[in-house]
């Protein structure tokens, strides 16, 4: 195959080929310009969800060695001698509410996860310990669960 | 105005529509394909072997025309339908209560997606069982595992429309095992749900991703793929095996097994020897062909209505995120993957599936001899039919599994024991 683009040795030539090198890398810069835009679009800035900061209610709303389910936050209040803690009810497999049941611990319906009164796997494919949410005091003197802030499973809140 | 003034105008009216009338020669039925946009992409003559129903089961068109099917019902399901909780669910009692026909055009759009996953997956065995993605047809398998995959990811995201308990969770389960990949996982999902959890947000992306971005990619990989089968020769036959004596003619855009019959001083290089194809074995695809894909279009509309005449989509309660079914399962179609997931979620949801995608792209290119082509279970690819049988054996015994196995907790049980 012989090349017919009629290109020619010579200054003109190597003028063509810096003009052909700095047009394709433009395209290609713009490109990739346009593609991160892109993505970074699709990552929302404000996100219209439930605060992850919020009161479930007076301390003395849950009884002494109770285990309280709030389902609307996806969450275990409980009651201990020792004091107050929060665990989440959403299974660290694939994120289906968990069941409670005071002698057994936590199970989940979707994969057969089993969790100790604790929260600690016990059997199934579930990764990791049911997650333990940080307490405290609203000026009303309610209990406020905070979400964001994670703590081990010796955590107890006195109110 | 006389009756004969009214017929030639009539006459002029329909051959500047139909350049080429009702056809009545070889060279007119040939014209009649070649000058329309909707009947081009059909060759002007086919291999009376090509046309056999036991060879191909007809499972490309079919899925073809559930494709058609499920555009169109879906069309008029947008009509009827907002992407917002609560009124999503709402949508779906108008539809049964109050739109006309809503309840049959609900049941077709969804057997017919379900109909389309299970038919695309046929396909893709028969297309294996017959050895049909020898050279040149590589790259026409992968663009079919593409389609395959648009296919899945079409059923998954309208599974979530419906916004009822059965959506809710299938979908909580399904983009929980996407947040399972390695380093973007998280991100991953977060994309896919515009957000942390499965609220508005997450419905609209799913709606514009199911009505419009993947439609659009799903018709623009099934044109290639279409497009490609024909240009590739057609369906395999087993002729296309034998060595040819022919020497290399120019390259580039006329691959060996180009045959163009309707502009047939346009042949490059013939495929296989003159003689072993002659044009003259082949038969009209006008009216052969032709007549098969419409009794066979025929066939899925009959089907398909008397499916959804008689078979109700299934609707449960509005969905709730406080509230799990027990047990929660995802569409049936990633059943052998929940399957997988309950014992690991890792291996499970990302590893196993992903080898398998990795697998299917690679096929073509690590099977490329030329021997068992274009007939079912040839002895020469006994080891790979084998080996694919297995695999594909085995995700249909796990997805079973999954649908008649499992009850409450994911516990073991006998489907006659509920």
């Known amino acids: 195959m012989t090349d017919d683009s009629g290109a020619k040795a010579g200054p003109d030539a190597e003028r063509r080929r810096f003009l052909f090198a700095t047009g394709t890398a433009s395209v290609v810069a713009g490109i990739l310009g346009f593609t991160a835009a892109t993505v970074r679009f699709l990552f929302p800035n404000v996100l219209y969800e439930a605060p992850s900061r919020f009161p479930v209610g007076l301390p003395q709303d849950f009884p002494p060695g109770s285990a309280t389910f709030l389902p609307e936050r996806r969450l275990f209040v409980f009651n201990s001698p020792q004091g107050f803690y929060a665990i989440s009810s959403v299974c660290t497999h694939l994120g289906c509410n968990v069941r409670h049941d005071q002698q057994q611990g936590f199970s989940c319906p979707c994969h057969g996860s089993a969790f100790d009164g604790l929260g600690r796997v016990v059997s199934g494919p579930a990764p990791r310990s049911l997650a333990w949410f940080g307490l405290s005091l609203s000026a009303r003197g309610e209990l406020v669960v905070d979400e964001q802030r994670l703590v081990d499973p010796d955590y107890r809140f006195k109110a | ?418």
Not at chain 2, 114 to 121: C, D, I, K, P, T
Not at chain 2, 243 to 266: I, Q
């Open chain 2, 1 to 418: 105005m006389n009756w004969a003034s009214i017929q030639r105008a009539e006459r002029q009216l329909r051959s500047s529509v139909f350049r080429v009338g009702w056809p009545r020669t070889n060279k007119d039925r040939a014209a009649a394909m070649i000058s329309s946009l909707f009947l081009h992409v059909h060759p002007a003559k086919v291999r009376p072997a090509s046309l056999r129903f036991s060879y191909s089961l007809g499972l490309g068109l079919i899925s073809l025309f559930l494709l058609l099917v499920l555009t169109v019902t879906g069309v008029f399901l947008m009509l009827s339908y907002t992407p917002h909780p609560p009124e999503a669910y709402r949508s779906m009692k108008d539809l049964e209560f109050v739109v006309t026909f809503g309840t049959v055009l609900r049941n077709m759009h969804r057997w017919a997606a379900h109909a389309m996953v299970f038919v695309v997956f046929l396909h893709m065995c028969r297309v294996f069982f017959t050895g049909a993605y020898k050279p040149p047809r590589q790259f026409n398998w992968v663009v079919g595992v593409g389609l395959l995959l648009l296919t899945l990811a079409l059923s998954f995201t309208g599974y979530l429309l419906p916004w009822d308990q059965l959506a809710f969770w299938a979908i909580t389960v399904g983009t929980n095992i996407a947040a399972y990949a390695p380093l973007v996982g998280e991100q991953l999902k977060y994309l896919l749900l515009g957000g942390h959890v499965i609220g508005p947000g997450a419905l609209l992306r799913f709606y514009v991703l199911h009505c419009v971005i993947l439609p659009v990619a799903i018709f623009m990989l099934a044109a290639v793929h279409v497009w490609r089968v024909r240009r590739d020769g057609g369906l395999a036959v087993p002729s296309e095996a034998l060595p040819s004596p022919v020497e290399e003619g120019p390259a580039g855009a006329f691959p060996a097994s180009t045959r163009s019959y309707g502009l047939m001083a346009l042949t490059y290089r013939p495929a296989v020897p003159i003689q072993e194809i002659e044009p003259d074995e082949e038969v009209m695809s006008w009216p052969h062909l032709l007549f098969r894909e419409l009794i066979l279009l025929l066939a899925v509309l009959v089907v398909l209505h008397v499916v959804a005449l008689s078979f109700n989509a299934p609707l449960e309660e509005i969905a709730n995120a406080t509230s799990t079914p027990n047990p929660a399962k995802a569409p049936w179609y990633f059943l052998g993957l929940q399957e997988l997931v309950h014992y690991s979620a890792l291996v499970g949801g990302v590893l196993v599936p992903g080898l398998l995608v990795l697998g299917l792209l690679l096929v073509p290119y690590l099977d490329p001899k030329l021997r068992g082509v274009g007939v079912w279970f040839p002895p020469q690819r006994r080891l790979a039919n084998i080996v694919f049988g297995v695999l594909a054996g085995a995700m249909v015994a796990l997805t079973f599994v999954g649908m008649f196995f499992r009850g409450p907790n994911w516990h073991w049980i006998w489907p006659w024991a509920r």
